[in-house]
């Protein structure tokens, strides 16, 4: 959720790329999230205090959850969460988990989640690469490239991206909730 969460903001950020990393590092027992967009980015006010659930940005409520979620998620497994931003030239969030640790959120369902931004934000383009001992990347460019004009959002194509997505995703992580 938290991976759904951070790439909604960069939608209402005005973001028209946003990359998301997974990689697995055994050898450094390490879970690595990387959200990165092009969007409005964050004011330096806005960043010193983005950590705090009393801080949002938006008007119509005086408190956000998301981030300070995300960290403390991650805090949990003496892992932390960075946050990187400039005004005009986007935010880049790095989740860093220590990967074997019992209270290290699963990844969930991240083929559905991929899916779902792709289906809402046609107009967005995904960059989804994973790692761990075999990698896999999902490129919304590179597919819309590939369309020749079809749209995204054609019946075919949709019935096609989620089984793409699972069999990419299922190569990298071998079918467990990683």
């Known amino acids: 959720m938290h991976i759904l969460d951070i790439a909604e903001n960069a939608v209402s950020a005005k973001a028209d790329l946003i990359n998301i990393s997974v990689i697995v590092d055994e050898k ?6 990387i959200i990165e967009d092009n969007g409005i980015g964050m004011s330096k006010d806005l960043l010193d ?27 949990n497994t003496g892992g932390s ?5 400039e005004p005009g030239l986007g935010t880049k969030l790095t989740a860093r988990y220590q990967y074997s640790h019992i209270d290290r959120p699963p990844l ?3 083929a559905e989640t991929l899916y ?3 289906l809402m934000n046609p107009g967005i383009d995904f960059v989804f690469s994973a790692r761990k001992s075999e990698s896999f990347l999902y490129d ?4 819309k490239t590939t369309l020749d004009g079809l749209p995204i959002t054609h ?13 990419g995703i299922t190569q990298v992580f071998g079918g467990n909730d990683t």
């Open 28 to 33: 450094r027992d390490e879970l690595l999230v």
């Open 49 to 75: 205090k983005v950590k705090s659930p009393f801080t949002t940005s938006r008007t119509t409520r005086e408190f956000g959850l998301g981030i300070p979620l995300f960290t403390a998620s991650c805090e």
């Open 81 to 85: 969460l960075d946050v990187i931003s």
């Open 108 to 110: 969930g369902d991240i």
């Open 116 to 118: 779902s931004l792709t």
């Open 140 to 143: 919304t460019r590179e597919l």
């Open 155 to 167: 019946p075919e194509v949709l019935s096609f991206i989620p089984g793409f997505l699972q069999e």
